[in-house]
């Protein structure tokens, strides 16, 4: 299958927008709009946290009851563990979106974040929400993008087309990250945006989301931090005019590998603009007997903080590699394993071997690889380093 | 039952030493001994990580086959991750004592601690062993718990006596902390050797030291990495000429309560030790069904590096503390949940509760206490912030 990147051209049908409603502090962008002209069909992951935010409360139900039209999103308050003023909250934001755009409140779906437990400044987004809609434009992605920043240092967005059903297919998204960024299987681990205007049956959709989020969001991990507030959504209005993809065609498998490539770049992107990163990780792990060993094992490595803190001192320290893999899965035994950093092996054959390029480690991108002798199965994980950058972040973030 | 506090004095019949062998480029003191002049019982518990470390295997199979009459300890490198050879030298340095103490090489545990993967110089322990056991004395034991510091900034020992079983007991400890600590259940997380005097059945001590363990080497948690190193040994040779002290007895409830307090002392001198720590955090959970859930959402908290972070700024963001604790169960429900920090309310009644107190946490000690509402079991963890202290020391630790 070719794939096309364009650059963040929003699918056909759809329009967004971004603008400040005065949320954040710093008077930056705190408040986007996704608007499709017709309905789509959706489907949401959301975050396994207990204490999940009021706007995935409100999406989920509304989600549930309707087709979807619209998702209004914030960033500068989590509005999580707000109690009941929170779902209130909530559910204006989408009625507000409703009124304007002539649509049910179940049609608009609803999505935040940034800091947890303060209320949420409703007035302001209910004032800004005319602008926001009559602002609408098939050009409002980057803008809506901005909008959905916190910590992040650029806005992440990807577009990829292909033919499928005799049409040219459109997948955009959007997401932010930055920090709180832990994946849990089956959930979404941020906020990701993904829009397509695909024709495609509701269960075919879920399929291709879950799959795409399995090899991207949930495949990355900052600082092993859930959040309360994340979630993915896919929203498809079928505005290419391609034959139906229907579960388990051929078609089903060509738009799944074309949603899973843009939810893999953003989730990278994510990963990029870690909080304080000065490195771009990747833990491949083989030789697993499943791939959700293999997933267990590159976790266990990618959120170890002495390995983090390693890669950031660019120190070829495989010791500690090994001690997260062994305190992940107890059965590993030490004459299988194998450790290169950046391609160089630093154990194998049961024994270590000498590192002899004090560099291996100076640039920003950094390799490990893993092979554990179990089986013939596998995962790449993604990560960031640990950083000065991080802890001052997040020392007072409030 | 009344303590007695005793400062760093070792049981009847014990004696140690400690001096640099040379391990440690630094030349400072890497070489410990701990010696009993009558056969102890003994019993230890061990990391539970896959890549156990040479002296881990060499010392439990000594366990098994005999008494016990000596420990040798090295600091400055882990001896792991090392092959044969390791194996080799970690039953080098028992019988490199146990000739010069004319003992069987059974007789004598060993422990290291330090880097992970470089070959130990086996040959400078050697060459150290009889000045080691020349020096060996009953004022040794500040010099031995010298020996085995790594990133420690001060030796940590810790003397109690009671009267047991007619007789003044004496129970003394010894650890090393500061870095890649992490508990699992049922297994020590650092190095921690404890010597008594009590007379005591191998089944009671056994009991006795999981009992100590769960409530302070298993109950904090610096970094959530598992080391390949960690050990707890506790030798007693009996004599205080006590009554025998049976499983099961309320000599054995006294014994057991004792030790605990000692091995409680020592852990908490690794947190407020712990790297870059420059906060000594305890995070009490109540209200849940037993104590392992307690505990699980105690690490939960404990663990989260943004909430570490937010403790390093003195921030009271607790949504980190609330979003940690959702991550860890999903089934916490929002209006059962109570969080005080150093005993001010910050939410309560499933809301938000104003910080008025602009310097609540800007002391040393914070206390998080956490009500859940599900039952009435509870558990208390300590734990340290995360600091630019944390990664400068782990940036270039090889």
Known sequence: MTLKTVSSVL?????????????????????????????????????????????????????????????????????????????????????????????????????????????????????AVPGLVSSLSVKGFPSAAKAVMTTDTFAKTASLQAVIGGKTVTVCGVCKGAGMIAPRMKMATMLAFCFTDALIEKAALKDALA????????????????????????????????????????????????????????AKMIVEDAEGATKFIEVRISGTATKPQAKDLAFGVANSNLFKCAMFGSDPNWGRIAAALGATDSRLKQEDLRIKLNGVYVFNNGRPVAVKDRGLLKGRNIVVDVAVGRGKSGATVYTSDLSYGYVRINADYN
């Open 11 to 127: 699918p056909l049908g759809f329009k967004a927008s971004g603008l400040s409603a005065g949320i954040k502090r710093s008077g930056k962008p705190d408040l986007a709009l996704f608007f499709s002209e017709s309905p789509c069909v959706a489907s949401a992951m959301m975050t396994a946290n207990a204490f999940k935010a009021a706007p995935l409360v409100v999406s989920a139900q509304h989600l549930a009851a309707s087709k979807t039209r619209a998702l209004i999103a914030n960033s500068g308050n989590a509005n999580c563990m707000t109690g009941r003023k929170g779902l209130r909250d909530a559910r204006e934001m989408t009625a507000s979106v409703a009124r304007q755009l002539a649509l049910k409140k179940e049609e608009v779906l609803v999505a935040s974040t940034g800091i947890i437990g303060k209320p949420l400044a409703t007035d302001k987004i209910k004032a």
């Open 211 to 266: 799959c795409a989020v399995d090899d991207s969001f949930n495949a990355v991990t900052i600082d092993n931090c859930m959040s309360t507030n994340d979630m993915v959504v896919l929203m498809a209005n079928g505005r290419a005019g391609n034959r139906m993809i229907k579960k388990g065609s051929p078609e089903a498998v060509r738009f799944s590998r074309l949603l899973r490539q843009v939810c893999i770049c953003l």
